[in-house]
């Protein structure tokens, strides 16, 4: 692959960073275009998951010994790098979760089913992924609570006077995806979570497809929950994070019991341990906090800025060369400052399925399916569709093979 740099990123630079992107699939280098679902992880994280694992493996925060003060150490630095990151206040609202599902989850049990009840509404929004929409829809099933979305409109994004009809005072939770995993589409979310806040409504932004790939300040966004999954970020898998606003988090109950979480116990009661690890019961992912804090520094080394700049650009460049195809129909918004770094389409008289296959004989590795968005391909009225998704270490070259994979794709089916 040639030399690029594309915005002012030294691509190839980078892709040394990850033999996994030197692979060959079917006798070809693989071109690996499914970064929304899981991003390749570079060597400096191996490398401190490793450290850990050889030098200062040991559990945290029980032991006297030097090797567990070690990992306590590291284990606790983590929440404070990535507290860092996202502008959050410090590690008290910074809690490692194991992927942004178990954050969605850990609000809904633990604010949701104490909180709701019927006559009070939860607003989701059409385009939000499985992991907020099903953990919602069944906490409004046990509370009473009716659950409402946000209408997506023809252009892909977010009828935001629908959003202002739908919330209103009886409005307990609004629960928006910052960037969607299908459209591309990134929301308003600042303004959301203001119309929420106007109606004394909390609001909770699952940023899996926001954070990896552009500066997030959860204060800016004045969000009460944000959630994260390591996976996505060039981080390792088993680690998400959820952030919470301290007074949120010091009123709500534990949604784990069990070691760690606790101060005292007696035969008869518990009290709780102080944020985060209130949250954290049980051994925790230490290697994993260990890799996403590598994944963080990593990111913030190449810059946020930089990374979403390079995102959008690849995402320009796929979007015309598939628009210019002719025969595909693409979802989400066109090129711009509200599109991220992917692109869902469909080859005319070609199941998503297929093209996959076939681009996986060309090595190209997208995703077929529905995302874990299943509404909202049924309001496309499309069963599924096909995604190819961006990271910082992809080339304009990725996508021509990808545009030559359909053009084969193409072929074969006429
Ligand atoms: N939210 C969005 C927007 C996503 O894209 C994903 C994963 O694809 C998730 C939530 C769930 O992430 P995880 O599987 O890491 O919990």
Redesign the pocket.
């Known amino acids: 692959m040639s030399q690029q740099n594309v915005g002012a990123l030294e691509v190839e630079r980078i892709r040394d960073q990850f033999p996994i992107l030197e692979r060959e699939v079917n006798g070809q280098r693989v071109v690996y275009l499914d970064n ?2 899981t991003t390749q992880t570079p060597d400096a994280v191996v490398d401190a998951m490793s450290d850990y694992y050889r030098n200062y493996n040991s559990n945290v925060h029980r032991g006297i010994h030097h090797l567990s003060q070690e990992a306590s150490i590291a284990y606790e630095d983590a929440h404070d790098r990535v507290a860092e990151f996202i502008n959050a206040d410090g590690r008290e609202e910074v809690v490692f979760t ?7 989850n850990l609000v809904a049990y633990s604010w949701g089913l104490n909180e709701l009840g019927p006559g009070d509404r939860i607003v989701l929004t059409e385009m ?5 929409l099903v953990t919602w829809q069944q906490i409004g099933k046990r509370t009473g609570a009716d659950v409402e979305y946000v209408r997506v409109t023809d252009e892909g994004r977010l009828d935001m006077d629908h959003a202002r009809e739908l919330i209103t005072d009886d409005t307990a939770m609004v629960s928006a ?5 299908t459209l591309g589409t990134v929301n308003p979310v600042s303004e959301l979570v203001e119309i929420a806040h106007d109606h004394d409504a909390l609001a909770f932004i ?1 940023g ?2 926001a954070v990896p790939n552009r500066p997030v300040d959860v204060k800016a966004i004045d969000a009460d929950f944000y ?1 994260f ?1 390591g ?2 970020m060039a981080g390792p898998t088993g680690i ?1 994070v959820l952030y919470g606003k301290e007074h949120l988090l010091e009123e709500m109950e534990p949604y784990l019991y069990g070691g760690d979480m606790i101060t005292k116990v007696t035969f008869e009661d518990a009290t709780w341990n102080e944020l985060p690890w209130k949250f954290e019961a049980g051994t925790p992912q230490i290697a994993e906090a260990v890799g996403l804090r590598a994944a963080v520094d990593w990111l913030e080394e190449i810059g946020m800025d930089r990374i979403r700049a390079h995102e959008e650009e690849l995402a320009r460049y796929a979007y015309e060369q598939l628009a210019a195809e002719g025969d595909v129909e693409i979802y989400g918004p066109e090129p711009g400052p509200d599109r991220g770094g992917l692109v869902s389409f469909n080859l005319e008289g070609v199941h998503a399925h297929d093209l996959a296959s076939i681009m996986n004989d060309h090595a190209v590795a997208i995703r077929a399916g529905d ?2 968005t299943q509404p909202l391909h049924d309001k496309l009225g499309v069963a599924a569709s096909a995604r190819a998704s961006f990271y910082v270490y992809n080339t304009e070259a990725e996508i021509d093979a990808l545009v030559e994979a359909i053009d084969d794709a193409r072929q074969l089916f006429s």
């Not at 939000?128 to 907020?132: K, N, Q, V, Y």
């Not at 995806?177 to 995993?181: I, M, Q, W």
């Open positions: 929304a679902a194991k992927n942004t599902t178990e954050a969605e939000e992924h499985h992991a907020s995806v910052h960037v969607s995993n699952d899996a497809q959630a999954s996976h996505k998400g995302h874990c």
